[in-house]
């Protein structure tokens, strides 16, 4: 069976993971068809005209209800909006202007409550009063509007439908109404879902003056609504609601809000104002003419945002004005590269990134960024302007090529970034795009700035995957590309695969035939060719000189293989590494690159160790070379003078702490002296945050091997020093399966149960303060409770809670994860509870795994240690009332079906009688399904108000 949920006017809103169609007004074909097929009798010029009237809006009922007034021999061709509407308003009956003001005063809001009367949050009086009617009569008038068709009912809802008809109804009211008194009743006297559902109406009426002019009051510099920074939820939500009345006033306020800096609650908070907002100057930005403010508010929220963040952020929204499809905005190319290029010229180093990344958008001839929804008000919308025609295509990506060439010759500018952003563009605009002049001027341009190696890459690639999939054309398209972009000498074809920035250096070398997929001898080609080419440079001294700044300040995936090859071949080593050292210090020290310097190092160390331990003790305490130490002996190795070079070091201090963390990587430390390891973690730890990165190292030291081999006592003796420096941060929570590592290793035995246990109390401490959730330290605390389970058991169940304890004991929580106590091997619970079984069966009931977990149509089970519990122990009863409570407990809300799931567990125990609970589980089980039915007629009752409401 398959189950389709529809859910209306989701608006934005869209949910994470689930498929939404919008659906879209009929068309007037549509429309046409289907009154001639219900009323046979109309002429098909009547049927047209009813069809593509603004009153039937593409509603078919209300065309059919409008086609039903026509009489025998009548004609409506002749009849304009106004008076359709009228005859389907009165659908044959006398005017009553009564009847006509309820409607109209009902289609100020969006939606109403028709059924309550009386009361703070009755809503009918309110509109009743505007009208001078009473509440019966205006219920009266609504029942009768119901019949007409022109309301629907939701449950106690009601709302005048379609909204052609509401809209053209709320009009009316607006000239017919004080504006003043409309405002008393539905915003200052209301409750807040009638204000937000007035808001929503007002949003739909731009066309209307009274409308436009509330708005634009509302949204003034004095007016309820013109403070965006200061507004509650409630006026959010009415600000986002009247925006599309009055676009130009919504920037206006929210430009106010912006200019105010750091002190404007629009900048300085992540939360749903500042979302809002963005979306909203997103949506006006439509309009060409007020483009370039949208994107300066914009740009203003993408400086506020997090550093990365890419949740549905206001750069995420810049992004998609400047692409060339489905940008949802109608400013013109010039408008968008003006303002490209005000940005890159910007002295703000963030406005000049965005710029650049606005460019490299523009230039994307694929792969563009979802389209943000275009619903805003009643304002018809498509995708906004797009190049379709070969002209506008070309006018596109010209205009937007020149302005790149433009930046690189424009001195001053850091265009790496650009090089970088266009690289992987260039085989779309060539082969899509079509631009090939333009292309080649851009390469000329950026190629001036040196060797453009991404470009050749990328560009290989894309023949690469063309001749994969046989795209002849594109081929011949992309190879005089390639031609240009190809190295021509020796520096640049090092500079193509050694600086190269991904794996993707495999489209450089030409494969055997059989073996174009083959990524292993792609790789070992390009090893070879790398090292061979670092042979190649360490004998040119001209060379290295050309290539020594890029080397130490550039980035590559075979730097470290090309450095190797020079430490392989050096006729001079100890000059080219004080070259090195040299070009080091002329590069920003967030800048620095050793990769070459380690591969250096460990080709040296292979071909002259006694030449490599030269520079290796030269490099300690060096003031350049002694920040890297730690990552450059770990090149070379870490025999025994290895070890004491880097104890050392960390005696020294030149290098921070966290560089030792190298030594964590892959079997660094496999053949070290365990002595001179323990030494060093030790002499780590008294670091300021050391004791992580000791941690890290002696976790990975102990991985993949057999927790049951004898090691070192010395490396127990520092494992159990490191643990004692625990006190469960969120810094230590990373480092989780480290710790469990460890303590399995180094708490075995008896003399690692009184730190278990202590480890144990500090946890407790640790999570009662919020400092940890009982969700923290899973893996940890598995380990403490199988490697020392009575230990830990006492400390965690049977402790009395430290008087420091300043919240909830973690271990009577009952969202406790079961796994931390399913650790503890069977033999040993049940020992431990034996030792008190009056309290101890009924605490352990409280924690161990009592189901087994379950998928698809499979039901749970008992778990063997939850029979055990049962069999063992002397109060059964008591037992099973602490597992029947966790069933009741699991979860409610969405989970009420695995609850339901989980109850049947009581039904299957004790079927045979031998432990005497039938009985009792049966009942508890009873007792259970009352409470999952009330739950049920809750959730019922609640997804019933959600599904009747109309906004």
Same mark, same amino acid.
């Given at each position: 069976?398959s189950l389709?949920?529809v ?5 934005d %809103?869209?949910p ?7 659906l879209?007004a009929a068309?007037?074909?549509?429309i046409? @068809? ?6 046979p009798?109309?002429?098909p010029h ?18 059919l ?11 409506l ?6 008076e359709?509407f009228r005859r ?6 006398e005017?009553?202007p ?5 409607a109209e005063v009902c289609?100020?809001v969006y939606?109403f409550?028709?059924?309550t009367v009386?009361?703070d949050?009755?809503?009918l ?6 009208v001078?009617q009473?509440?019966?009569?205006l ?8 019949g007409?068709?022109l309301?629907q009912?939701r449950?106690?809802?009601r709302?005048?439908l379609?909204?052609a008809?509401?809209n053209r109804?709320a009009? &009316? *009211?607006?000239k017919?109404l ?5 405002e008393a ?7 807040v879902?009638?204000a937000r559902s ?8 731009h %066309?209307?003056a009274e409308?436009?002019?509330?708005a634009?009051?509302? $949204?003034g510099?004095?007016?309820r609504?013109g !403070?965006v920074?200061?507004l ?6 009415m600000?986002?609601?009247?925006a599309p ?5 919504a920037?206006? *306020?929210i !430009?106010r ?5 750091g002190?404007?609650?629009l900048l ?6 500042r ?8 949506k006006? +930005?439509? %309009? ?5 403010r ?5 740009v203003?929220?993408a ?9 549905d952020?206001a750069?995420g929204?810049?992004?998609?004005l400047?692409q ?8 013109t190319v010039d ?8 940005l890159?010229?910007?002295?703000d ?7 650049f ?8 001839t694929a792969?563009?960024?979802p389209r943000?929804?275009?619903d ?6 498509d995708?906004g302007y797009?190049p379709h025609?070969?002209?506008?295509i070309?006018e596109?990506f ?5 302005l790149?060439?433009?930046?690189f010759n ?6 790496k970034d650009?090089r970088s952003g $266009? ?5 779309g605009?060539?082969a899509? *795009?079509?631009?090939?002049e333009?292309v ?5 341009? +950026?190629?001036a700035?040196g060797?453009w190696?991404?470009?050749?890459v ?5 023949i690469?995957?063309?001749h994969k ?8 398209r992309l190879?005089?590309?390639e ?5 021509s ?5 090092i500079r193509?695969v050694?600086?190269?920035?991904s794996y993707?250096a495999?489209d450089?070398?030409e494969?055997?035939m059989g073996?174009?997929n083959?990524?292993?001898a ?7 060719l790398?090292?061979e ?9 001209e060379?290295?000189?050309e290539?020594r700044?890029?080397i130490? &300040?550039?980035?590559?995936?075979y730097?470290?293989v ?6 392989l ?5 100890e000059a080219i590494?004080k070259?090195?050292r ?9 800048d ?10 460990e080709?040296?160390?292979r071909?002259?160790?006694e030449q490599?331990?030269?520079?290796l003790d030269?490099?300690i305490d ?11 002996q770990?090149?070379a190795g870490l ?6 070079r880097?104890?050392?070091a960390a ?5 921070p ?11 660094a430390?496999e053949k070290?002296?365990?002595v001179m390891?323990s030494?060093l ?7 300021e945050h050391?004791?992580l990165v000791?941690i890290d190292v002696l976790a990975?030291?102990f991985?993949?091997?057999n927790?049951?081999?004898?090691w070192s006592p010395?490396?127990?003796t520092?494992g159990?020093?490191l ?7 969120d810094?230590?929570?990373k480092l989780?399966?480290? $710790?469990?590592?460890?303590a399995s ?7 690692g149960?009184?730190m278990a ?5 500090e946890y407790r401490k640790?999570a009662?303060e919020?400092f940890?959730s009982?969700?923290?330290?899973n ?9 020392q389970?009575?230990?830990s058991?006492?400390?965690?169940l049977l402790?009395?809670?430290d ?19 399913g650790s503890?091997?069977?033999e ?10 009056q309290?101890r069966?009924?605490r352990a ?7 087994? &977990?379950?998928?698809?149509n ?5 778990t063997?240690v939850a ?5 063992a ?5 008591a037992?099973?009332?602490r597992?029947?409570?966790?069933v009741e407990?699991?979860?409610?809300g969405?989970?009420?079906?695995d ?8 039904l299957?125990? %004790? ?5 005497g609970? @039938?009985?009792?589980a049966?009942?508890?089980h009873?007792?259970?399904s009352e ?9 019922e009752?609640?997804?019933r ?7």
């Open positions: 069976m389709l949920t859910e209306y006017d989701i608006r %809103d869209e994470e993971g689930s498929d939404t169609v919008k879209e068309s007037a074909d549509l046409e @068809r289907v009154i001639r097929l219900h009323v009798d109309l002429t009547d049927a047209a005209t009813i069809a593509r009237s603004d009153i039937s809006g593409g509603n078919a009922r209300i065309a209800a409008l086609a039903r007034t026509h009489r025998p021999g009548e004609s061709s002749h009849l304009n909006d106004a359709l389907l308003f009165q659908q044959r009956n005017h009553d009564r009847l006509l003001a309820a289609s100020l939606s409550d028709a059924d009386t009361g949050g009755a809503e009086p309110l509109l009743a009063k505007l001078g009473s509440v019966d009569e219920y009266r008038h609504v029942a009768v509007l119901k007409r068709d309301v009912q449950g106690r809802w709302a005048v379609p909204h008809v509401a109804l009009k &009316a *009211a607006l017919q004080p504006i003043a008194s409309i009743q539905l915003v200052d006297n209301g409750s879902r009638i007035f808001s929503r109406r007002l949003g739909y009426l %066309d209307s409308a436009v002019a509330v634009q009051r509302w $949204l510099r004095n007016g609504l !403070e920074d200061a509650n939820e409630l006026g959010m939500v600000f986002a609601n009247v009345v009055a676009p130009k006033a920037l206006e *306020a !430009e809000a912006v200019a105010k800096g002190q404007s609650g300085d908070e992540a939360g749903r104002r979302h809002t907002a963005a979306h909203l100057v997103h006006i +930005a439509y %309009d060409a003419a007020l483009f370039d949208c994107v300066d508010v914009l203003a929220f400086k506020a945002e997090k550093p990365n963040d890419n949740s952020s750069s929204l810049l992004c998609a400047f060339a499809r489905s940008s949802r905005t109608h400013a408008q968008r590269l003006s303002k490209i290029r005000t890159i010229r910007s002295a180093s963030s406005e000049q990134a965005m710029g990344k606005f460019l490299t958008t523009m230039l994307k792969r563009f960024s943000p929804s275009s805003f008000g009643n304002l018809a919308r995708l797009e025609t070969p002209a506008q070309e596109w010209t205009l937007s090529i020149q790149a060439a433009d930046l424009e001195p001053g500018l850091p265009t650009l $266009l690289a992987p563009l260039l085989p605009l060539c899509d *795009a079509n631009v090939h333009a080649e001027l851009l390469i000329d341009a +950026a190629s700035k060797y190696q991404d470009a050749w990328s560009v290989r690639s894309a690469r995957f063309a999939h046989n795209h002849t054309r594109k081929i011949e190879r005089p590309l031609r240009k972009l190809s190295p000498n020796l520096s640049e074809r193509a050694v600086f190269c920035q993707r495999i450089l070398v494969l055997e073996q174009e083959d990524f292993e792609a790789r070992a080609k390009l090893d070879a790398a090292e080419y670092g042979r190649q440079v360490a004998g040119d001294a060379l290295f000189v290539l700044s890029a130490t &300040a550039g980035s590559g995936v730097l470290g090309f450095g190797r090859g020079m430490g071949a050096a006729d001079n080593p590494w070259s090195l040299l070009a080091l210090t002329e590069v920003p020290e967030q620095r690159n050793i990769q070459a310097m380690l591969g250096f190092i080709g040296l160390n071909r002259s160790p490599a331990v030269k520079l030269a490099a060096d003031d350049v070379l002694g920040v890297f130490f730690p990552v450059i770990t090149a025999d025994v003078a290895g070890m004491a880097l104890l050392r005696n020294i201090g030149h290098a702490v966290w560089r030792f963390s190298c030594l964590a990587g892959g079997r430390t070290a002296d365990p390891l030494e973690l030790k002499a780590l730890a008294t670091a050391g004791h000791a990975m030291h991985h993949g091997h927790h049951d081999r004898i010395d490396l127990i520092a159990k020093s643990l004692a420096l625990v006190r469960f941060s810094e230590e929570n989780d399966y480290d $710790l469990s590592n460890i290793i180094c708490l075995k035995g008896p003399g149960a009184l246990a202590s480890l144990v109390k640790a009662s919020r940890v009982a969700y923290d330290f893996q940890f605390l598995s380990a403490l409770f199988a490697v389970p009575e230990a058991l006492d400390a965690s402790e009395p809670p008087k420091q304890l300043q919240g909830r004991d973690p271990f009577e929580d009952d969202d406790i994860p079961v796994g931390i106590f503890v091997p069977i040993a619970l049940m020992a431990w509870c034996l030792k008190d079984p309290v069966f009924e009931a409280t924690y161990v795994p009592y189901m087994t &977990a379950a998928s698809g499979e039901k749970p089970t008992w063997p029979l055990e519990i049962l069999q122990a002397p109060n059964k009863a037992v099973l009332e597992f029947t409570a966790r407990s699991s979860g409610w969405n989970e009420r079906a609850i339901e799931r989980r109850a049947d567990l009581l299957e125990l %004790d079927r045979d009688g031998r432990l609970l @039938r009985e009792f049966t009942e508890a009873r007792k259970l409470i999952i039915k009330c739950q049920r007629e809750w959730e009752k609640r997804e108000e959600h599904d009747e409401a109309f906004e």
